[in-house]
């Protein structure tokens, strides 16, 4: 069975792209067994949060952090599971 990760992706988005477009910065940890899966699980993020198109971010960076590093406490509150189990 595959490990997931923690990766920290940096990057911009286009914030009110019709009106007054403004270009802000952002940094999300996900967790993710490959960096692909990660950059999907942003586009996602980000497209439903702040209704963007892909094309209104821009991906900087991505890389495989160590759980110690996360300041995010539901990525370090996963992280530290040991086991997950489903009830009902």
Do not use: C, Q
């Not at 990766?7 to 477009?21: A, Q």
């Not at 899966?37 to 209104?56: F, I, M, P």
């Amino acid at each position: 069975m595959s490990e997931v990760k923690v990766y920290r992706v940096k990057g911009e988005m286009l914030i009110s792209h019709d009106r007054y477009p403004e270009w802000r910065k952002f940094e999300v940890y996900v967790r993710a067994l490959k960096r692909e899966h990660a950059l999907e699980k942003v586009y996602s993020d980000l497209g439903s949060r702040h209704k963007l198109r892909r094309k209104h971010i821009r991906i900087r960076s991505v890389e495989e952090v160590d759980p110690g590093e996360v300041e995010d406490l539901n990525i370090i509150r996963l992280a530290s599971l040991e086991r997950f189990v489903k009830t009902g």
